[in-house]
T-cell receptor, first 119, second 112 residues
């Protein structure tokens, strides 16, 4: 099973709302990621969790709050978003490992994404 | 920070023609990956190259990693309409962290 499941598929929210995006994988991967993708742009890394600990935060505004309850689940809590935050939010997972080197594998398995519109 | 550029940004080809996209990193990479994103879809992993000068083939697709490990290319022979999509290279920097930086992408349109 190489599936990463994201819910919801679509989300419309107002600037005062609080909502959460969910991501689940059952591949035994120990690294999970949140990316933001605007139209006609590449995925832009937001957060990386490694072994359920936040290892990378790409200076993301605090209105985005990630959470990794366990090794299979990843959430992204949204609060007081701005219209410019409208985008496709992609979750991904990978096997790791942490160290680099010629055998490093960091293949990203992406979910289908949540298309978010902030009004 | 690391920047990964791809050219061209867009390419329209007649079905059956060849297609090449080039990827250039501002820093030396430990490996390079290629992903394909169909319209309305999500990125799907195609291949990973690790060694300097490495060449890999997948049917009509040929992937190359430069000798200096700062550039890469993807060549598609005899394109088909199923090749339509945006092709991204993605580099893992030699620092060994888990940050994968995606290239700017090349959008391929195939005219039947």
């Amino acid at each position: 099973d190489t599936e990463v499941t994201q819910t919801p598929k679509h989300l419309v929210m107002g600037m005062t709302n609080k909502k959460s995006l969910k991501c689940e994988q059952h591949m035994g991967h120990r690294a999970m990621y949140w990316y933001k993708q605007k139209a006609k742009k590449p995925p832009e890394l937001m957060f990386v969790y490694s072994y359920e600990k936040l290892s990378i935060n790409e200076s993301v505004p605090s209105r985005f709050s990630p959470e990794c309850p366990n090794s299979s689940l990843l959430n992204l809590h949204l609060h007081a978003l701005q219209p410019e935050d409208s985008a496709l939010y992609l979750c991904a997972s990978s096997t790791g490992p942490l160290a680099g080197g010629p055998s490093a594998k960091n293949i990203q398995y992406f979910g289908a994404g949540t298309r978010l519109s902030v009004l | 920070g690391q920047q990964v550029m791809q050219i061209p940004q867009y390419q329209h080809v007649q079905e059956g023609e060849d297609f090449t996209t080039y990827c250039n990193s501002s820093t030396t990479l430990s490996n390079i990956q290629w992903y394909k994103q169909r319209p309305g879809g999500h990125p799907v992993f195609l291949i990973q190259l690790v060694k300097s000068g490495e060449v890999k083939k997948q049917k009509r697709l040929t992937f190359q990693f430069g000798e200096a490990k700062k550039n890469s290319s993807l060549h598609i022979t005899a394109t088909q309409t199923t090749d339509v999509g945006t092709y991204f290279c993605a580099g893992l920097d030699s620092g060994g962290y888990q940050k994968v930086t995606f290239g700017t992408g090349t959008k391929l349109q195939v005219i039947p």
